[in-house]
């Protein structure tokens, strides 16, 4: 008993360590299987009970035909060897007590008395009859049509039958094509299974490797502001004991700028995990894009103006014009004060301009700065997670990385679109377009 239960744990965990792959392949072959099995069952069958009537409509116009024809002839035997001849049938004409009065192929003197067949006794009976078995005389099994008949006055029976080997070859070929059909297709299967699977292992091989790098990079750029938090304890600690207060003061406002590095990084995660989920397809967002502007642009003109910047708004629109988009309000802040704050942060001297401009089916918002500009060869990967041009430069004015990846996130929400000008020493064009609400009633 304890053998018996080992083996079965150990079949369980085999079962188990199957990789996903076979089981979506098996998947493929079993749904194909059965449509095969189906298809046998509901596709062949109804040809064989075709074929089979078939061809006993073809025995029966011929039997009645033969029947015509034997009410003007003089001899039976002569009428059933030539009928028969060159055929697979095989002709009997049977008296009304059942004696055979000729057979195409066996002695009439050698054949017993047929009167107790059920096809002949129907025939009798003024109907036709048919049946099918394996005959008494020759062994085959064969398919009977008798029908009524005239032979010099009296009443007799005209029977034809054939083998029923020749309609099994017929529905066996058809079986044999349908089982060929079917192989080729669980193959052709199976070769799209393993082809799709390929393509669908890509995808999430790749996802993974997305959710990893990010992992990696999250944890990373956690570790940095945690760490100098920790050492700047220790040194705040250390200065409070040799009552430095020079060195207190500089520890602490280093402090304070790296938790609020920290605090950022885990705002910009938060945002990035919001921006992730589904959102509710029932109700459409709805957002005054020009008030959530303006809320941006004022909330940074002092940040501006601490770095010497000029700020200028150009707004296109006039007033009571429709500045609704189809976009969450938390979003649309969102893409506008990353874009503004990052201009401001990546430029130096000169000036910042944000547009404003309301078209027929769209609103579109660009941020034009005079800074240092983004090379060509960094424009492609500039929306991606924790991407930085300059890491240097990113750190020393407390960039999180994921700034551009957060718009990107959200402008695709909305099912925008975003665009990228820029010139490395000449500056930098965000345009944002996103779709116009539709107008509430």
Same mark, same amino acid.
């Given at each position: 008993m304890h053998t018996l239960g080992a083996i079965t744990s150990t079949i369980i965990e085999k079962i188990r360590s199957l990789s996903w792959r076979f089981w979506v392949i098996a998947s493929y072959f079993v749904i194909v299987l059965i449509f095969i099995l189906t298809w046998v069952a509901f596709v062949v069958s109804p040809f064989n009970n075709e074929i089979m009537q078939r061809q006993i409509d073809n025995l029966t116009t011929t039997a009645k035909a033969s029947a015509q024809t034997l009410s003007y002839l003089e001899s039976a035997h002569t009428m059933v060897n030539s009928m028969a001849k !060159? &055929? /697979?049938? $095989? +002709? &009997?004409? @049977?008296?009304? /007590?059942? #004696?055979?009065?000729?057979?195409?192929e066996i002695n009439k003197q050698d054949m017993e008395n047929h009167l107790t067949r059920e096809e002949v006794q129907e025939a009798f009976a003024g109907d036709v009859g048919v049946a099918e078995r394996d005959s008494a005389t020759d062994g085959e099994q064969r398919i009977y049509v008798?029908?009524?008949?005239?032979?010099?006055g009296d009443q007799v029976v005209l029977r034809l039958s054939e083998e029923s080997n020749t309609v099994n070859a017929i529905t /066996?070929?058809?079986?044999? #094509?349908?089982?060929?059909?079917?192989?080729?297709?669980?193959?052709?299967? @199976?070769?799209?299974a393993l082809f799709s699977l390929r393509r669908t292992v890509r995808p999430f091989k790749q996802l993974n490797q997305v959710r990893t790098d990010f992992v990696a990079n999250a944890s990373h750029e956690l570790k940095t502001?945690?760490?100098?938090? $920790?050492?700047?304890?220790e040194a705040i600690n250390d200065a409070a004991d040799l009552d430095d207060k020079k060195s207190l003061k500089l520890f602490l406002a280093r402090l304070d700028a790296e938790a609020d590095r920290?605090?950022?990084?885990?705002?910009?995660? =938060? !945002?990035?995990? $919001? =921006? *992730? &989920?589904?959102?509710?397809?029932?109700?459409?967002?709805? #957002?005054?894009?020009?008030? &959530? =502007? +303006?809320?941006?642009? +004022?909330?940074?003109?002092?940040?501006?103006? *601490?770095?010497?910047?000029? +700020?200028?708004?150009? !707004?296109?629109?006039?007033?009571a014009e429709d500045c609704y988009a189809k976009v969450e309000p938390s979003d649309a802040s969102l893409i506008f004060d990353n874009l503004i704050e990052n201009a401001i942060m990546y430029t130096d001297e000169g000036s910042i301009t944000v547009t404003f401009e309301v078209h027929v089916r769209e609103i579109t918002v660009s941020i034009e700065d005079t800074g240092i500009g983004i090379p060509q060869t960094d424009i492609s990967r500039i929306f991606e997670r924790f991407y930085r041009v300059d890491k240097a430069r990113? $750190?020393?004015?407390g960039g999180t990385g994921l700034g551009l990846s957060l718009v990107r996130h959200a402008v695709d929400r909305s099912n925008g679109d975003i665009k990228l000008k820029s010139e490395v020493g000449e500056g930098s064009t965000f345009t944002v377009s996103l779709p116009k609400a539709r107008a509430r009633k």
């Open positions: !060159d &055929t /697979d049938l $095989r +002709m &009997t004409i @049977i008296a009304s /007590d059942g #004696t055979v009065l000729a057979d195409s008798a029908v009524p008949a005239n032979f010099h /066996d070929s058809i079986l044999m #094509t349908a089982v060929v059909l079917g192989v080729v297709g669980v193959i052709l299967v @199976i070769i799209v502001p945690v760490a100098a938090i $920790r050492l700047l304890s920290l605090q950022r990084l885990v705002i910009d995660l =938060l !945002d990035l995990s $919001r =921006l *992730e &989920t589904t959102q509710n397809e029932e109700s459409e967002p709805r #957002t005054d894009l020009h008030s &959530t =502007l +303006m809320a941006s642009y +004022m909330g940074h003109r002092d940040q501006a103006e *601490e770095k010497g910047l000029e +700020m200028k708004l150009i !707004d296109k629109s006039y007033p990113s $750190r020393e004015v």
